[in-house]
């Protein structure tokens, strides 16, 4: 987690594969794990993954428990986040970026992204519902604030007052 425990950390991270733009609202999400398992994301995102194949094997959201996410002008640049604890709860502190996985959702790929809270008894974390053009679907979530990552709240504010379900 310290690779992207300030917000200035995890910018220089998405600068070192040359990703990220005027804006940069960055925090972290994590697979949903109480979602149907066959509507996880699969198949090719963008240009950065067109090679992965379709297969639950190859499917990144399916094979990764987190992914540190920089909405940017051009779209969502996302670093998959490797496990180095056990996966109890989810939190940053367990956690590590996986930079050689990188890849680029842009915003022409994507049909829908829709934010809504993770259920009726708690508004503490937000369920991101993501659906390409090519039919691929995601299912993640997000805590609103997480008091490891300081910039979490600030950022996931501002892709919410853009994606959030009213």
Known sequence: MEQFSTYEKALNLFKSVNCFGNVNNIFIVYKNTSANPMASLGGAIGGAVAAMSDSSSQN???????????????????????????????????????????????????????????????????????VLKNGTKGNLMAYVADKKLPYQEQCFANFCSVFKKK
């Not at 540190?68 to 970026?97: C, H, M, W």
């Open 60 to 130: 990144i959201f399916r094979n990764t428990d987190g992914f540190l996410f920089n909405q940017t002008e051009f779209g969502i640049a996302v670093i998959p986040l490797r496990a180095t604890k056990t996966l109890l709860t989810y939190s940053p502190d367990k956690f590590e970026p996986d930079i050689i996985r990188f890849f680029l959702i842009r915003n022409e790929d994507i049909q829908s992204l829709e934010v809504k809270n993770f259920n009726i008894f708690n508004k503490k974390i937000q369920a991101i519902n993501l």
